[in-house]
């Protein structure tokens, strides 16, 4: 006779999702707004992360003035964050804190794109990405962001976690967590990111 066998999951990691629906009517502006940096010869290869990317001011106080709409962002992440946090566990319950989200910058991914490197975000607690463009019809596998565990391996479980972006999603995760994009050599548009870190500022 064989027993049941249940099987319980242990300290996960969590990741969150969401969608941010005030930025949407944007989308179009952002990828303009790239497309015009790209034909200025702007983007250069690995001049500031992986790839192409823009510098990481997007957040700032120069860019809002030129890009309001960037704010709204801000503040979608923000409240992501902060709801978030309102389930924060163990001591940091009875610790106030204030969140910066102050670092944020856009990258696009080509077809060409290959290889990215794994990487964290520390010393920012939370990062995320919005998701502007994502080209449709890719095969699976293709664009995806892959997350490795932090742990070390063990034969139970798999050490690799692929989230499958859409255009307009808010993958919001620990930001000392490894993870990297997976190439999309069969896209036909840009995969372009918003990358975005807050920072966790405690109360003594
Ligand atoms: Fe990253």
Not at 132 to 157: A, K, Y
Not at 171 to 189: G, Q, R
Request: glycine share 6%.
């Amino acid at each position: 006779m064989t027993t049941q066998l249940r099987r319980a999951e242990l300290f996960g990691t969590p990741i969150w999702q969401t969608t941010l629906p005030e930025f949407s009517p944007y989308h179009d502006k952002v990828m303009q707004a790239m497309r015009e940096r790209w034909d200025a010869g702007l983007f250069e290869y690995h001049q500031y992360a992986f790839g192409y990317n823009t510098p990481t001011d997007i957040f700032g106080e120069e860019s809002f003035k030129a890009n309001p709409h960037y704010r709204v962002l801000q503040a979608g992440l923000r409240s992501a964050c902060e709801r978030i946090l309102e389930r924060r566990e163990g001591y940091a319950k009875k610790v106030a804190c204030q969140l910066n989200c102050i670092q944020a910058w856009i990258r696009l991914q080509t077809p060409e794109d290959k290889g990215f490197p794994w990487h964290h975000h520390i010393p920012a607690e939370l990062s995320g990405v919005y998701f502007v463009n994502v080209p449709g019809s890719l095969p699976l596998g293709e664009g995806d962001l892959t997350f490795q565990d932090s742990q070390p391996g063990n034969i139970f479980q798999t050490s690799f976690h692929s989230v499958r972006p859409e255009t307009g999603a808010l993958v919001i995760f620990p930001s000392y967590l490894l993870h990297k994009p997976t190439p999309c050599p069969s896209a036909t548009d840009w995969r372009i990111g918003v990358n975005m870190d807050a920072y966790v500022e405690w109360s003594r």
